[in-house]
């Protein structure tokens, strides 16, 4: 059966994904001795879907979050994405290519770091790794050379190339693993948890890095991370899949108008209030002496404020939108987003 | 530069760096060698026996045999199914995979680099079985060690291509190496590890002549000590199935492909 082909012919597109699905075959097996003398006899499997009619496209130079809980099916996409695994059903094409068939002029253009997964050489300097890389992706020597050393200082590593692998910590072998993943400057990049597990510091150089190497060479990134600060500082558009299914594509500001129909009132009291008073102004979030925090629906926040102006006599008042950590977090911890699921 | 020089620079580079790891691991390496000592068990007993019996070899002849079969198997050993079942657990080999260039290619130089570091304390044994058993002593002749090293070369692909056909199997079970030891022990048994293939019932030699495992250790031992073989027969046979295995392998590669799944990664 000939699948339907997509348009690679739309200027600017680097990526494109249509009605992607995955479909793993998982053996069924019960726990325990009888289940494992079952399982030899009659062996059983069910059918689990991590990727569900998928569609979207990116434009290069692009920098796209894609944000769910664990098992929702990111990394299964970014695996499709990238040619590692072949869709159950559905198109993909990056860079007006079928990813799956990792052609060398493909492969040259992207790039799949996976915060979990290293590609150096554990036991020896990176420069070793490095070496190998400039070869196979046939950078001369001297170009080599030089990109080793630009991107070593950009990512604050210079010193550290000489040392085994093991030796370095988390966050220094991570910056390794970047500069070993982008020697070849690859245009379209898979990050797949780049910050997992490092501290607060390591976390912000590895941002730094990412907005500067995206706006240095253009490139298209599609970044996962569970960490919301990697989201919001460096991504304008994002993905929110959820078991399986895409159930937002848009702009990280426009979230909180579609997941959170609601503001948040933080009021500073003239006097003490109980909760049992102010939660005839809406939901307290919050009460810590006289700052209360309160959650009121979208459409009744002006008569709510109005009300608190005069019952409550506040010395100051703030209207926010509810932070997108708030609002993602549910999503990360799958729990899906309430009543606003899309 | 041609796309043979862009290989070949690659591939220098993973040889390089192997070797580095290779250098690293020496004492590993070094167990492993002292591992596959076998056949100087095997030159003691069989010695012995042609001492006291009546066998078609004398007792120094039989120690040579054995050395010669220490030799060729310490210079074809292949560990490529268990690195790469490894990586297909692990979920390592997407890495190998988004590379532009073939995983087997790391494999080999893994392999050349091993045995590059293995050589002197192949030598090393070699001349401990000649301080055991001075009869055994011998130098074979510029055209024997010319053939025996095509010999190795041609026995070293079959067994990496054998064994990296069946390490396709890991794209379907995660214990691929378990079924190649399956392979293995029918190779211990028909290679002439355990005794010359001429030892063996008549039924038996016939049996293993179907095989390329007598091709594989027990025809290059043999032109490595001077003894007539059929040097075109057992090139032709070792060079047909290294076609057959290599256009297998590339068979089951892509069909292996398209079930990977690239779990823990």
């Known amino acids: 059966m000939s699948r339907p082909q997509p348009d690679y012919k739309t200027p600017g597109m680097m990526l494109r994904a249509e009605h992607l699905t995955k479909t793993y075959r998982v053996a069924a097996k019960e726990p325990g001795v009888v289940g494992a003398l079952r399982h030899l006899v009659r062996r059983t499997y069910r059918e689990v879907q991590a990727v569900r009619d998928v569609s979207f496209s990116v434009e290069a130079g692009e920098f796209v979050g894609f944000v769910g809980a664990n098992g929702a099916g990111k990394t299964t996409t970014l695996k499709m994405l990238s040619g590692l695994i072949r869709p159950s059903e559905g198109t993909v094409s990056v860079s007006g290519q079928d990813p799956f068939r990792r052609q060398k002029a493909f492969l040259r253009q992207i790039t799949l770091v996976m915060g979990q997964k290293q590609q150096l050489i554990w036991d020896l300097p990176a420069q070793d790794s490095l070496r190998i890389n400039a070869a196979v992706y046939e950078i001369d020597p001297p170009e080599a050379k030089r990109r080793i050393g630009e991107l070593a200082e950009m990512l604050e590593v210079s010193s550290l190339l000489k040392q085994p692998v093991r030796k370095l910590s988390l966050g220094e072998r991570m910056k390794c693993e970047l500069l070993a993943a982008l020697l070849h400057r690859p245009q379209i990049l898979f990050l797949d948890e780049p910050t997992l597990g490092l501290d607060i510091n390591a976390q912000e150089a590895i941002r730094n890095f990412l907005r500067q190497y995206n706006q240095t060479f253009a490139a298209t990134v599609l970044l996962t991370s569970h960490y919301m600060a990697d989201i919001t500082a460096l991504c304008s558009r994002v993905l929110l899949i959820h078991e399986g299914q895409l159930i937002y594509d848009g702009a990280l500001a426009d979230i909180v108008q579609r997941f959170a129909p609601y503001r948040e009132l933080e009021i500073r009291l003239a006097e003490p209030r109980t909760s049992e008073e102010l939660e005839t102004f809406g939901e307290v979030a919050n009460l810590d002496g006289l700052s209360v925090r309160l959650i009121v629906d979208r459409s009744k926040v002006r008569d709510a404020v109005v009300r608190v102006f005069e019952e409550l006599k506040p010395t100051d008042l703030y209207v926010k939108e509810p932070a997108i950590e708030r609002i993602i977090g549910p999503l990360l911890k799958g729990q899906g987003l309430g009543p606003s699921d899309g | 530069m041609t796309r043979m020089r862009r290989f070949c620079r690659a591939f220098a580079a993973e040889l390089v760096t192997a070797f580095a790891l290779t250098t690293t691991y020496r004492a590993e390496l070094l167990l492993w060698a002292l591992s596959g000592t076998l056949p100087i068990i095997l030159m003691g007993v ?220």
Request: charged letters at 10%; one cysteine or more; a neutral charge.
């Open chain 2, 46 to 265: 069989w010695s012995e026996a042609a001492r006291t019996g009546e066998m078609p070899y004398s007792p120094a002849e039989m120690a040579r045999y054995f050395v010669a079969v220490l030799f060729v198997r310490q210079m074809t050993f292949v560990w490529v199914i268990w690195e790469f079942e490894e990586q297909v657990v692990s979920g390592t080999l997407s890495h190998a995979l988004l590379r532009p260039i073939d995983p087997v290619w790391n494999y080999v130089a893994n392999h050349l680099a091993e045995r590059i570091v293995r050589l002197p304390i192949v030598f090393g044994l070699v001349g401990l079985c000649f301080a055991l058993y001075p009869s055994a002593i011998f130098v074979p002749s510029p055209s024997a060690i010319a053939l025996t090293i095509l010999a190795v070369l041609a026995s070293f692909t079959v067994r990496f291509a054998l064994q990296y056909t069946f390490a396709m199997m890991c794209f379907a079970t995660e214990r691929a190496s378990s079924v190649e030891g399956l392979s293995f022990a029918a190779f211990v048994f028909l290679s002439g590890m355990l005794a010359p293939l001429d030892l063996y019932p008549s039924w038996v030699a016939t049996l293993a002549g179907w095989t390329p495992f007598p091709y594989l250790i027990y025809v290059p031992a043999r032109i490595l000590i001077g003894e007539p073989v059929a040097i075109w027969h057992s090139f032709g046979v070792l060079t047909g199935w290294a076609v057959l295995l290599i256009v297998t392998q590339r068979c089951l590669w892509w069909w292996g492909l398209n079930r990977y799944t690239g779990m823990g990664a």
